[in-house]
Nanobody
Framework: QVQLVESGGGLVQPGGSLRLSCAAS????????MGWYRQAPGKERELVAT???????NYADSVKGRFTISRDNAKNMVYLEMNSLKPEDTAVYYC???????WGWGQGTQVTVSS
């Protein structure tokens, strides 16, 4: 059974930075495109960053130029470097494979951007 554990969230002031980590077990992520998603209160979960098997990346317009997704296949880890954070980035962040059948969702990690 695949397990995803996200970490690294917290409370940060506008303009600050955070680095999120996602540890996967029960699978080998190297064969999958992986993504970071987020869900703000009262909103649908949205995909914010994608990294393909070969390392190519793609970002939602709202985070382009501020967020960087990366992966370490040897460690079975995916990361999200977030810079120039804005209050509208406040959400619970999740990682998962890019698929019409995602794995079960982890607990996520809360990111709160507030002064």
């Amino acid at each position: 059974q695949v397990q995803l554990v996200e970490s690294g969230g917290g409370l940060v002031q506008p303009g600050g930075s955070l680095r999120l980590s996602c540890a996967a077990s029960g699978t080998i992520i190297s064969i999958y495109a992986m993504g970071w998603y987020r869900q703000a209160p009262g909103k649908e979960r949205e995909l914010v960053a994608t990294i393909l098997r070969g390392g190519a990346t793609n970002y939602a317009d709202s985070v382009k130029g501020r967020f960087t997704i990366s992966r370490d296949n040897a460690k079975n880890m995916v990361y999200l470097e977030m810079n120039s954070l804005k209050p509208e980035d406040t959400a619970v962040y999740y990682c998962n494979r890019i698929s019409i059948a995602p794995w079960g969702w982890g607990q996520g990690t809360q990111v709160t951007v507030s002064s």
